[in-house]
């Protein structure tokens, strides 16, 4: 961007990184919080990398009566949107908040044939297969597989979004898991003593990235913890599961 383009983006009152959230996935959330202490009249600029932004912001700023001022392409695959606050933008701020602490996620199960079930969530649908499947060519994923992937997508996802508020571009992210059970013997009906659950999940985090002025070894390790404490599935887990899922930062 040029001095003559810089200059002409509107000054903003306060700024949110939104990284790759998209508007469905807590950006707005974001977007209203960070305008509470900002008068009617201010502006916010809202950074963000998530292509789908560019038509859902505009849509939203219309339906709520916010005025998106300008928008302006940046480094690292961002854009930078700024909007001004309308009158009265704060009434159903807290209102809002309560509704996503108070939101109740659902899916519906149904058994299908053998030892596989179908999963019906929101406008998906997917199958389960037994819970412990010793079977290298199973037709569909056990219940086990579908948790260390809900939970490698959590840590993922929560990741990468971190990194990227913090300025920390991903250029490569992969997280392996695996977990022991403590007696599958108990679930198979063989033996009756021991605990038929998960007791450890073990696991490596091999993240490639970098920012311009050089991110430390540290601060993204700090960001990894932060993302585990966060993270819906892992603190879901922690009190009754091992978790031992260690960072290694990769060139």
């Known amino acids: 961007m040029n001095d003559t383009a810089k200059n002409s983006l509107p000054q903003a009152d306060a700024t949110i990184d939104g ?3 998209d508007c469905g996935s807590g950006l707005l959330l974001m977007i209203r919080n960070a305008m509470t202490p900002i008068p009617a009249g201010g502006v916010l600029e809202i950074r963000s990398r998530e292509i789908s ?3 859902d912001l505009p849509a939203w700023c219309r339906m709520v009566g916010h005025t ?18 309308k009158q009265d933008a704060d009434s159903a701020l807290s209102v809002d908040l309560q509704q996503a602490k108070d939101y109740v996620w659902r899916a519906r199960i149904k058994w299908q044939q053998g030892m596989v079930s179908k999963v019906f969530a929101r406008n998906h649908a997917f199958e389960v297969g037994q819970p ?6 199973d037709e569909v994923p056990g219940a086990i597989e579908h948790l260390l992937g809900a939970l490698g997508g959590d840590l993922s996802a929560g990741f990468q979004w971190r990194l990227s508020r913090a300025g920390i571009e991903v250029y490569n992210l992969e997280i392996s898991l695996s977990a022991r059970v403590g007696n599958v013997l108990v679930f198979l009906g063989i033996e009756d003593d021991g605990n038929p659950g998960i007791e450890t999940i073990d696991g490596k985090v091999y993240v490639d990235a970098d920012s311009d002025k050089g991110a430390s070894n540290d601060e993204i390790e700090r960001i990894w913890q932060d993302t585990l404490r966060r993270s819906p599935l892992a603190q879901t887990l922690a009190p009754h599961v091992k978790l031992n899922i260690d960072l290694k930062r990769v060139p």
């Open 19 to 21: 990284g790759d959230l």
């Open 68 to 85: 998106l001022v300008s928008e302006s392409p940046a480094p690292n695959k961002y854009t930078h949107y700024f909007v001004r606050k």
């Open 132 to 137: 412990a499947s010793f079977n290298t060519e």
């Open 53 to 55: 932004v560019k038509e």
